[in-house]
């Protein structure tokens, strides 16, 4: 079998790591020929992450960017397509000219998308905000239509996605072999809490400023230490705010002694993927979440971990876990345990490879090996 994959950024972007990439050494081993596009390069996370993109100019500059790679890498995509028996697009939008060769192409295409970017995320309503908003409530219903198969991340996108096509489920998936549990803090008076994401997430942190500030105060030697952002500040918490590098990711996210996902409750946020919790767990950590789309069914309430929904909720949940050792302990064991049975790479990277081969021997007329 022959798979072309067109991704939307390169392994610096969790979603195009998780969805695209790390699927790739499996794959290969199995015998299938691979073959990746990506469409935005690492180098484009890095400017972004250097605020690149937070200047109006420059993020004209770089959204006419994007679009020429787009269009450019559509072309390949279709050029390329002739010789495979999968076309494989995570999260792309096609223009339409693209959309229209794509339609005649002989490959089957599965088309990945992880958020519920048929709502589109607004913060600041302005011309490029509507280009994007009218682009995506337009193009993803035409991507789909394309498509053979949809592989989402959970019910909420999946129930959108089944109007246009056949629907695959995977949530995450998370490479548990990347981390292991270790020791944490065996006390009360050094406990750090922790959150990872990107800019475009600290937005949440806000829901629970005022937890950490209480918190802080009961506890002096709390930490509350961020991996990804710089320069997040809250008065009387002491704040370690650490660069994100890939390779450092998994050892530093074991530094933590709870795992924090704070997420406000909207469209947009129900088709989130709760990737962070995933890792949270697979380190071995007790999380706090707030209870919003699939993060109720990742995290069991009470169990593998707990759930939040108002400032002393917050509070309430993060004092239990920092006052019990032995909860912080057998929470995070639960936890780790719950990734490994239902959101273990090793588990999805074969599932998606079998419903694959099945939907290239459903393909009429089909004469080519899916060895």
């Not at 392994?11 to 998780?18: D, G, H, Y």
């Not at 096509?165 to 944490?184: A, K, M, R, W």
């Amino acid at each position: 079998m022959r798979v072309l994959f067109v991704s939307q950024y390169g392994v610096m972007a969790a979603s195009s790591r998780s969805r695209v990439f790390q699927y790739l050494p499996h794959f290969r081993r199995s015998g299938v020929n691979t073959r990746v596009i990506t469409v935005l390069p690492d180098t484009a996370i890095r400017s972004s992450q250097m605020g690149v993109t937070q200047k109006p100019f420059r993020k004209l500059v770089y959204y006419i960017w994007a679009s020429w790679r787009t269009t450019m890498c559509g072309l390949e995509a279709w050029w390329r397509a002739r010789y495979v028996d999968i076309l494989f697009i995570q999260k792309v939008i096609f223009p339409c000219p693209i959309r229209w060769l794509l339609r005649h192409s002989a490959a089957t295409i599965a088309f990945d998308f992880d958020d519920a970017i048929f709502t589109t995320e607004v913060r600041k309503m302005n011309w490029l905000a509507s280009w994007k908003k009218r682009r995506n409530e337009r193009g993803l219903p035409a991507m789909l239509k394309l498509a053979e198969l949809a592989v989402v991340e959970n019910p909420y996108t999946a129930e959108f996605a089944s109007t246009y096509c056949n629907v695959f489920t995977i949530t995450g998936p998370i490479d548990t072999e990347q981390y292991c549990s270790l020791q944490h803090a065996s006390n009360n008076t050094r406990v750090v809490l922790g959150w990872i994401g990107s800019g475009t997430s600290a937005q949440y942190l806000d829901l629970i400023r005022e937890p950490l500030r209480r918190l802080s105060s009961r506890y002096p030697g709390l930490t509350f230490r961020i991996i990804g952002i710089k320069n997040w500040t809250e008065e009387g918490v002491h704040v370690e705010n650490k660069s994100w590098s890939i390779e450092n990711e998994a050892t530093d996210l074991q530094g933590f002694d709870v795992g924090l996902m704070p997420i406000t409750d909207d469209p947009w946020t129900r088709g989130k993927g709760g990737y962070k919790l995933l890792q949270y767990m697979a380190a071995g950590l007790p999380v706090v979440t707030s209870p919003v789309g699939i993060n109720r069914e990742i995290v069991e309430d009470g169990s593998s971990g707990f759930w939040a929904s108002t400032p002393n909720e917050w509070e309430d949940r993060i004092r239990r876990l920092i006052d019990d050792v032995g909860l912080r302990r057998s929470m995070g064991q639960c936890g780790r345990a719950r990734v490994e049975a239902k959101y273990a790479l090793v588990i999805h990277q074969e599932r998606l490879l079998t419903r694959l081969r099945e939907l290239l021997d459903q393909r009429p007329g089909n004469s080519s090996s899916v060895a």
